[in-house]
């Protein structure tokens, strides 16, 4: 069966304690790093400096999605700063492929992210320069928002794609994600999970991991 990751969001973590709250989650696959300037996103996190702070403490990768413009000019610093993947957005990137190699080209695994209303046909030539393809399940910008069902279709059309041409990309999924919502996820073909107020509002972290594996039908 396929390994399905687990990835925190430290958007819901106390951002004063970021090294214990990155220690909270150190059975998770890696940890999902949102990226927000406040043009792309009505909200406001933390630049490239926090970021490879960050890197050098983590035990686990880091997992960078960025909801930024100018992705193509800021993007390959995050690889460079040794995150394992980087996701830029879609509608944030004016050279989406060139944007992916260079991405690789920096060692890290190329991301590319779409919001809700975006679809994903425009893109079906370019999956082969990706490693993965996140689908936003909430609009970008904040936590703790519910998970978006009329997401599903979009993820099984991609599944699909990724199937029918045997492309080794995995599909993630990000917002609203929880005990209850995530099989519909998995089902729908996605194997990589972000959960940012299901994992950090538990009192254990770990065990809001194992949970979250349990309901998505992985084996502990
Ligand atoms: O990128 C985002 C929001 O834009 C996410 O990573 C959220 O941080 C997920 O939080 P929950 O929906 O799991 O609370």
Do not use: C
């Not at 304690?17 to 909270?24: I, P």
């Not at 519909?184 to 959960?195: E, K, L, P």
């Amino acid at each position: 069966m396929t390994h399905l990751r687990i990835n925190p969001s430290i958007l819901a973590a106390d951002f004063v304690n970021l090294e214990a709250e990155l220690q909270r989650i150190a059975s998770a696959d890696a940890v999902h790093v949102d990226v927000m300037d406040n043009h792309f996103v009505p909200n406001l996190t933390l630049g490239l400096p926090i970021v490879q702070r960050i890197q050098q403490v983590s035990p686990l990768p880091l997992d960078v999605h960025l909801m930024i413009e100018d992705a193509d000019r800021w993007a390959p610093q995050y690889a460079e700063a040794g995150a394992a993947s980087v996701t830029f957005h879609a509608e944030a990137a004016a050279a989406p492929v060139k944007l992916a190699r260079e991405l690789r080209d920096a060692g890290a695994k190329a991301g590319m992210a779409l919001r809700p209303a975006t679809p994903m046909e425009p893109y079906l030539d370019m999956l082969g320069e990706l490693d993965m393809l996140l689908v936003m399940t909430v609009e970008p910008g904040f936590g703790g928002q519910s998970f978006l069902d009329l997401t599903l279709p979009k993820i099984r059309r991609a599944a699909d794609a990724i199937r029918g041409a045997a492309l080794p990309l995995v599909i993630q999924v990000d917002g609203g994600i929880t005990e209850e919502t995530i099989l519909r996820a998995a089902d729908a073909g996605a194997t990589v999970f972000v959960a940012g107020s299901s994992v950090y509002g538990a009192d254990d972290a770990a065990a809001a991991i194992t949970a979250l594996r349990s309901a998505a039908g992985q084996d502990a």
